[in-house]
């Protein structure tokens, strides 16, 4: 029976996720620039939203590094914009903040709980405050002009930069590294003495989720014109990818992605519409969302999924296809 | 053959000698039994040999190669696995991925998802835990959470088990049962070294016992050697009717 189910489900999901895919392959041709750099805005919280869950969702180790390596990202564009082509920027913006994570990671993932959050916290302050400082005293010049780039070219490498990380996303959780991770999440030393090199696997997972926060960051910085520390580690780019990952919820790996558009546009449309009642509105759902959804939007999902199984007709469906599987077994 | 040499082991937290110039050895396919007062240092010297601790001095063998200093994953892999004196299974998640975990990375050589889920499966048979195999860890009952952590320990193939308070909290027929787990675990050719409070089971299936008091071993040798010895009654007993007299 195990085998029907898994044939029908693994039938239907892929053609979906084709459609979709195709969908938003094809729909920059119809849409304004606004929408085009709307759709790009909420690809860019989608990607750090589920690059910070391949890390921090298994482990429970919360970064608030991410406005780091984003940063960092930012920085790659604007200082190496001029002189390579934008997928070498992309690709270089990449493997800096690898780097990064890699040192940052190897110095700080002995640390646990709030001493890890704070120190990733403090990672981003320290980025921007030094690169301010070096930028007036030594350059002489506050902020960069970044290479234009044209929304469609931003659009489809923000798309390329999403289709890569969800299935590199998709390929973790689904290996014995995904497993891996999640045993840390549980319970780190008992992951140890079962042979799980521990420290090595937190690091690489760290690099992983920093090399795609690390191109989203460069990808959109031509979008801006013109950067400066604190606009490129902006600490909001650290807390949203939290937020919208709890919203959406983290057991599935869909619920980062309709957290972060749910959230973003949610953004939008109260920045736009509502300007004054803007962040007490985020605030309040937020809260909402805190106290009554513990499993996020994918939680709330997952619930009635539940419920529509243990539903007498569901049953009945369930029992049937089972009979029709033993007699296969006959 | 040897299997563990403990050659003057000493450990201290601060300035607290937890664990003090031990040396003994266990054999292969042997059961030996590590008893003592609370306190005595037991656990910490599980936690040396399985490289949660770093000695302060001496050395720790297995099977003549120096362990000691080597990282908890790397001597899993060696063919040392453990179980904890406080149940640490993976809580959230089902008790085939628990076994899984150990059979996919505690194994010296590269071993495929199918080989690993194959062995989990005939691990879940042995400890009886198949019945359960979809259930969170968490939703187990304490005995069948004793038994998940040993087949997870199972599942890296070692050659020595270390089972830290196996049948500590068990009922009676719970401990019978976990000390036939025990023969059956001895009788694959896996050595275990186990700390016990459960004299019944100390007394019945291990080979031979070392005895530990404030961190130095005090005696050691067959369970009827060890109830004659007069040391061995003076720690246990002696405190024992210091407490009953309340003269402390």
Redesign the interface.
């Known amino acids: 029976m195990n085998r029907v189910q898994l044939k029908n489900k693994n039938l239907y999901l892929p053609v979906l996720i084709l459609i979709l895919l195709v969908l938003l392959a094809v729909l920059p041709a119809y849409l304004s620039v606004y929408h085009i750099l709307l759709l790009c805005h909420i690809f860019m919280y989608i990607i750090l939203t589920v690059s910070w869950v391949i890390f921090s969702g298994p482990t429970g180790y919360i970064s608030l590094a991410s406005a780091a390596f984003f940063g960092v990202g930012v920085y790659t564009a604007a200082m190496l914009g001029y002189a390579l082509s934008l997928p070498l920027v992309i690709l270089s913006a990449g493997l800096i903040s690898v780097l990064l994570a890699l040192l940052v990671g190897a110095i700080t993932l002995r640390l646990k709980g709030i001493y890890f959050t704070i120190f990733t916290f403090g990672l981003v302050q320290l980025l921007a405050h030094s690169l301010l400082w070096w930028e007036i005293n030594i350059l002489g010049i506050r902020g960069r002009f970044v290479v234009v780039v044209d929304h469609y070219t931003i659009y489809y490498t923000v798309f390329t930069i999403f289709v890569v990380l969800m299935l590199t996303a998709y390929l973790i959780r689904r290996s014995r590294y995904g497993l891996a991770l999640r045993s840390i999440g549980e319970y780190e030393e008992a992951a140890a003495h079962m042979g799980v090199n521990v420290t090595m696997l937190k690091i690489v997972a760290f690099a992983v989720s920093a090399f795609f926060m690390g191109t989203i960051g460069a990808i959109m910085a031509t979008n801006w014109t013109y950067v400066d520390p604190f606009i490129a580690f902006n600490p909001t780019i650290s807390f949203m990818p939290v937020l919208m990952a709890i919203f959406g919820g983290m057991g599935q790996l869909y619920g980062p992605i309709i957290g972060a558009t749910v959230f973003t546009y949610l953004e939008e449309i109260l920045i736009t519409r509502l300007p004054h009642l803007y962040m007490l509105i985020f605030g309040a759902a937020m809260i909402a969302a805190i106290l009554y959804l513990p499993g996020g939007l994918v939680g709330l999902i997952e619930k009635w999924r539940e419920k529509a199984r243990s539903s007498p007709c569901f049953f009945k469906k369930k029992q049937k296809r089972g009979a029709e599987k033993r007699d296969v077994n006959a | 053959m040897l299997m563990l040499e403990l050659e003057g082991a000493t450990k201290y937290f601060g300035g607290m000698a937890a664990v003090t110039n031990v040396d003994f050895q266990v054999n292969r396919g042997e059961i030996v039994g590590l008893i003592g007062p609370n306190g005595a240092g037991k656990t910490t010297l599980f936690n040396l040999i399985?490289g949660?601790l770093r000695l302060k001095s001496g050395a720790i063998k297995y099977k003549g190669q120096k362990i000691s200093g080597l990282?908890?994953?790397q001597i899993?892999?060696l063919g040392v696995?453990?179980t904890?004196q406080l149940v640490?299974?993976?809580?959230?998640?089902s008790v085939f991925?628990n076994i899984?975990?150990?059979a996919?990375?505690?194994?010296s050589r590269h071993v495929s998802?199918a080989h690993a889920a194959a062995q989990t499966a005939e691990l879940l048979d042995f400890v009886g835990l198949a019945n359960v195999s979809c259930t969170p860890a968490k939703d187990l009952t304490l005995v069948n959470q004793k038994r998940l952590e040993v087949a997870?320990a199972l599942?890296?193939k070692p050659e020595l088990l270390l089972l830290d308070e196996l049948m500590a909290g068990l009922n009676s027929t719970e401990v019978t049962e976990a000390m036939e787990l025990v023969r059956k675990i001895r009788d694959q050719g896996i050595t275990v070294f186990m700390i016990e409070h459960v004299m019944k089971a100390i007394m019945n299936i291990c080979d031979r016992i070392i005895v530990l008091h404030h961190g130095n071993k005090i005696a050691e040798g067959t369970p009827l050697e060890i109830t004659g010895s007069k040391k061995v009654i003076e720690v246990y007993l002696g405190e024992g009717e210091l407490a009953y007299a309340g003269t402390d």
Do not use: H, V
């Open positions: 399985s949660d990282k908890p994953y899993c892999r696995a453990r904890f640490k299974i993976f809580n959230n998640i991925q899984l975990l150990g996919l990375f505690g194994q998802t997870r599942a890296t």
